[in-house]
């Protein structure tokens, strides 16, 4: 994803890399910034906030705000319990169908029994891509023109898997990681040229066999990554709820107790000597009224970012694709 983005390192980092509770201190630290700094520039600033009633004025909405942040995140919550909630029948099935999958991995790789880490599993159906291509790339040695014709593919997948399997073996999951090295395997595209190749050139047997290899593992790996995706979107969902409903407790406060008491506590008499007190104070309570606000703006900017860059499943790319590139 970061070799294909068109947006800068220092953006992407920002919507998906980076800690969530670093990216809601952010926001919260540049609302106090340019607060403050307003207050310092506009003239007379301490005065105006005991002119007339501005305090109540902008603390008022932000208590309709945090309650209706709250309601929203309450609202998600719950769309995650109900996917978890459900009749025996369903959670076995669901349970079955976990199983199967896990099965038809763990045949297709040869092993007796699939690692149940989500990031061992995803490391083992990258390394097993890698393995796959260098079989194909033997069977295919016989045939000058033919090997040419997938150096590609070969390189891309050899390589991929290696950055993306050392990725994945400390990665922990619910932590961003695990989804993070998942992306930038481009599978889509190895799908892609592995059928191109079948289609375009008359394979022996050993050939045929070598890359439908390759392509019964990267048909594995698309499901595997979605399925932790979604489960890692469930963490993030309940992360977030838990976050935003400790924050809305001290931000209904702060604004109520601004509302109530604040206008009798800014100084705004320039001649008591804390002219920059009351803006100050003001630019303070503010910013941390809107901490409820802050984390669930962090969290939803990963969720969509990664959401729209995985649109797609199996061999559709939604935009130009090279080798190199992550998936979509």
């Not at 079948?198 to 399925?227: C, I, M």
């Not at 008591?272 to 009351?278: E, K, Q, T």
């Not at 009224?289 to 990664?306: D, E, H």
């Amino acid at each position: 994803m970061r070799e294909r983005a068109s947006t800068n390192r220092a953006k992407l980092w920002l919507l998906v890399d980076a800690d969530r509770q670093v990216v809601a201190a952010g926001f919260i630290g540049a609302v106090f910034v340019l607060l403050f700094a307003t207050g310092v520039v506009v003239p007379d600033a301490a005065t105006l906030l005991s002119d007339g009633d501005p305090i109540e004025t902008a603390f008022q909405p932000l208590i309709g705000g945090t309650i209706t942040v709250v309601t929203l995140v309450l609202t998600l919550n719950q769309l995650v319990l109900s996917q978890e909630l459900g009749a025996v029948g369903d959670q076995r099935e669901r349970m079955e169908g976990a199983t199967d999958f896990r099965r038809d991995v763990a045949d297709a790789l040869g092993r007796d029994v699939m690692p149940p880490e989500p990031a061992a599993f995803l490391r083992e159906l990258v390394i097993a891509a890698g393995q796959r291509a260098d079989d194909v790339e033997e069977a295919l040695s016989a045939d000058e023109d033919l090997a040419d014709d997938a150096e590609r593919l070969v390189d891309s997948v050899r390589g991929n898997a290696e950055t993306v399997g050392d990725s994945l073996d400390d990665a922990q999951f619910g932590t961003f990681g695990v989804v993070s090295a998942a992306l930038n395997f481009n599978y889509s595209w190895k799908l892609y040229e592995a059928r191109r190749l079948r289609a375009d050139h008359d394979l022996t047997d050993e050939q045929d066999e070598a890359l439908s290899a390759l392509t019964g593992v990267l048909e594995l790996f698309g499901p595997a990554r979605e399925h932790f995706k979604t489960l890692y979107f469930q963490w993030e969902l309940v992360d977030l709820s838990r976050s935003v409903l400790w924050a809305a407790v001290p931000s209904l406060v702060l604004a109520m107790g601004s509302v109530l008491y604040l206008d009798s506590l800014v100084p705004g008499a320039p001649a008591s000597g804390l002219y920059l007190a009351g803006p100050f104070v003001v630019s303070v309570l503010a910013a941390v009224v809107l901490l409820p606000f802050a984390i669930l703006l962090s969290y939803v900017l990963r969720i969509a970012t990664v959401t729209k860059r995985t649109l797609s499943i199996g061999p559709f790319t939604l935009r130009e694709t090279t080798p190199d590139d992550d998936d979509d």
